[in-house]
């Protein structure tokens, strides 16, 4: 440790020599260089394999077919086409679309709300901070699960309580109909938005503690009310959270797979009415009886992907702060 | 040594946001008034009593129901609590699913995922910021253009890469490494630790090297104890996300016996077949769960702090 007391007393001296910006000798600085990539050597490899090849991968794959004996063949855009006439394609974008839609409503308003009252409350903060918090930790699975048991039409309990108050009972995820708010979605998103709203209350009120209190008192001296100062106070300065929040959020909500798959028991659904994208991918590669085919799971990727590019793009160009 | 001791203690104070209450949307005035008070004392209630019901409700059945006989969990009208106290579920349902297995499992999944990107991750990211190796700049920007592109997306590439590794023809299904390697390509790792070794001052790199130290000490002996704070961010982060990831796992380390699978599969698997009755489901899910909850009451403090200033993460 004492070296590096000593060093600091010493670079006063060193520096300026330094910073004569001699041009360098080749050889240490090849070795300089080697050196510094042999740190950065490992994260390159697994970059490498597993993120930038895949990527080209997927779309090379998204133009081939298999070949019977093994290999690849190049088969222009027939993949695509395919999977546009398969009606499952189109459905599942539409069930995808309707989650993202729905879990807006419900998944980005509801933290913000949370937020700003838990934000008001001088008492047990911590406690309603990790109460909110407490699920996001819980494996999906478990969490799901549970849910699944709630909403069993037999014997779950949001049925039982439904009957005790006498009101008619549902099906929850296994409700048929297809109707763009169907219940089956609802309960899907109701069971998301409980184990994932922790993380964006947790951010809000992060972005709302840094609020200056001056603005508030500034606005209640002009006569503003609590609805006003939350219109023109609130959301103006957390402004940047929530762009930023939406976008993730629909990022996220659009890869929607195991919220669908463990309630519905890896089905779908009735008539595939909680089908999402990433789930037909898996079904596309790795569930379709027989014939599974990557090809066409990764033309669908290609697809997604470029929604989800076209739609980032879109939203931070349209976002983008004014002059 | 004091130099080293105010540099982290700047570092610490740099990562906590100022926490002095500043007023808020209400002001005291207005809630020391009388009717202030009242409206403030219903609202914490109903606050208080519906956010137990919502957050806890759904974990108490968790817990609650796991204990009761095979008959009582799917009796209707549901009963509140277990008349009849079955213990031996959990006992049954541990070595039935082989809960232990599927939890050293994931332990050891999330471990060793943990180890190889703090050495990796953390490597590169003391590279790309003090370093600076030729074609640094555009390994980086590769490294974060991989943010745009969702996971999920790559599942089928990603697979049939892990399947049979180019170059070296390695087949990594069902060995730790599947989950292992793949997890050391996390951009975001990256950037948190690059723009947080971007704060350290050269000053104390350069004074290190006039003294002969290596790079690799420098790194150990400077960076890493001042970088206390990101890199628990980055522990909890890449913990937590190999214990609830479900796809990858489902895809990489399904059906073997024994048991290769995650808790998060696992459990999940083991409803799917049907076969299982429900309140030794519940009673797995319940298992399954305490770990994390313990995590998050040890941590607790610690993962809320990466919440909200380790960046955001959706």
């Given at each position: 440790m004492a070296n590096v007391l000593t060093g600091v007393a010493r670079r006063a001296t060193a520096a300026p020599a330094a910073r004569g910006r001699r041009p360098r000798a080749l050889l240490?600085?090849?070795?300089?260089?080697?050196?510094?990539?042999?740190?950065?050597?490992?994260?390159?490899?697994?970059?490498?394999?597993?993120?930038?090849?895949?990527?080209?991968?997927?779309?090379?794959?998204?133009?081939?077919?298999?070949?019977?004996?093994?290999?690849?063949?190049?088969?222009?855009?027939?993949?695509?086409?395919?999977?546009?006439?398969?009606?499952?394609?189109?459905?599942?974008?539409r069930n995808t679309a309707e989650f993202t839609l729905l879990a807006l409503v419900i998944g980005f308003a509801v933290p913000f709300v949370v937020a700003i009252v838990l934000n008001e409350l001088r008492h047990a903060r911590g406690y309603l901070r990790a109460l909110v918090y407490l699920p996001v930790m819980l494996p999906p699975a478990s969490a799901l699960l549970l849910f699944a048991y709630f909403y069993n039409p037999q014997y779950g309990l949001f049925d039982d309580i439904l009957r005790i108050l006498h009101l008619p009972t549902s099906?929850?995820?296994?409700?048929?109909?297809?109707?763009?708010?169907?219940?089956?979605?609802?309960?899907?998103?109701?069971?998301?938005?409980?184990?994932?709203?922790?993380?964006?209350?947790?951010?809000?009120?992060?972005?709302?503690?840094?609020?200056?209190?001056?603005?508030?008192?500034?606005?209640?001296?002009?006569?503003?009310?609590?609805?006003?100062?939350?219109?023109?106070?609130?959301?103006?300065?957390?402004r940047l959270i929530l762009v930023m929040l939406l976008m993730l959020q629909v990022v996220a909500t659009t890869q929607m797979?195991?919220?669908?798959?463990?309630?519905?028991?890896g089905g779908g659904g009735v008539g595939d009415n909680v089908q999402s994208v990433v789930m037909l991918i898996y079904q596309y590669a790795f569930a379709m009886s027989g014939a599974s085919n990557y090809n066409s799971a990764s033309a669908l990727g290609v697809v997604l992907m470029l929604v989800l590019a076209v739609f980032s793009g879109g939203f931070l160009w349209i976002t983008r702060e004014r002059g | 040594m004091a130099s080293l001791a105010s540099a982290s203690a700047r570092a610490r104070m740099a990562g906590r946001r100022q926490t002095t209450t500043t007023r808020t949307l209400i002001s005291e005035v207005s809630l020391n008034r009388p009717r202030g008070k009242i409206i403030y004392r219903v609202v914490l209630t109903l606050v208080l009593v519906v956010f137990t019901l919502v957050f806890i409700g759904p974990m108490y059945f968790l817990f609650a129901d796991g204990l009761?006989?095979?008959?009582?969990?799917?009796?209707?009208p549901p009963t509140l609590y277990p008349h009849q106290l079955n213990p031996g579920n959990f006992v049954q349902s541990w070595n039935r699913l082989?809960?232990?297995?599927?939890?050293?499992?994931?332990?050891?999944?999330?471990?060793?995922?943990?180890?190889?990107?703090?050495v990796f991750d953390v490597a590169a990211a003391y590279s790309l910021s003090k370093l600076r190796p030729v074609l640094g700049n555009v390994v980086f920007f590769l490294m974060l253009a991989t943010l745009m592109i969702p996971v999920t997306v790559l599942v089928v590439p990603q697979f049939l890469t892990v399947d049979n590794l180019p170059v070296f023809h390695w087949n990594l299904i069902g060995s730790p490494a599947a989950i292992w390697l793949p997890s050391v390509a996390n951009a975001f790792n990256i950037f948190l630790l690059k723009r947080f070794f971007d704060s350290i001052p050269t000053d104390y790199i350069d004074a290190a090297s006039v003294d002969g130290a290596s790079r690799l000490m420098i790194l150990w002996r400077i960076v890493l104890p001042i970088s206390r704070p990101i890199i628990a961010v980055v522990s909890i982060f890449s913990l937590v996300a190999v214990w609830k990831d479900f796809l990858w796992p489902l895809l990489v380390e399904y059906g073997y016996t024994p048991t290769r699978e995650t808790l998060n599969v696992g459990i999940w698997q083991a409803s799917y077949g049907g076969g299982t009755p429900e309140n030794l489901i519940i009673a797995a899910s319940a298992m399954a769960a305490v770990p994390t909850i313990l995590f998050f009451l040890i941590f607790q403090r610690n993962i809320m702090a990466g919440l909200t200033s380790g960046g955001i993460r959706g």
């Open positions: 240490p600085r090849a070795r300089r260089n080697a050196g510094a990539w042999a740190f950065l050597i490992g994260a390159v490899l697994c970059f490498s394999f597993f993120s930038w090849y895949p990527i080209v991968r997927e779309i090379i794959m998204s133009f081939q077919k298999p070949v019977y004996g093994g290999g690849f063949a190049w088969t222009g855009w027939t993949n695509y086409i395919r999977i546009f006439h398969d009606p499952t394609f189109w459905q599942a974008w099906q929850w995820v296994l409700q048929p109909g297809t109707g763009f708010i169907s219940t089956a979605m609802v309960s899907v998103v109701i069971a998301s938005t409980w184990m994932n709203m922790g993380s964006a209350t947790l951010i809000y009120l992060a972005a709302l503690q840094n609020i200056p209190g001056e603005l508030y008192e500034a606005a209640e001296l002009e006569g503003a009310g609590i609805l006003r100062r939350i219109r023109h106070v609130t959301i103006p300065q957390t797979f195991i919220e669908s798959y463990v309630l519905t028991n | 009761k006989s095979t008959q009582e969990t799917i009796a209707t082989d809960v232990g297995l599927m939890l050293l499992n994931t332990v050891y999944y999330a471990v060793g995922a943990l180890v190889l990107q703090l």
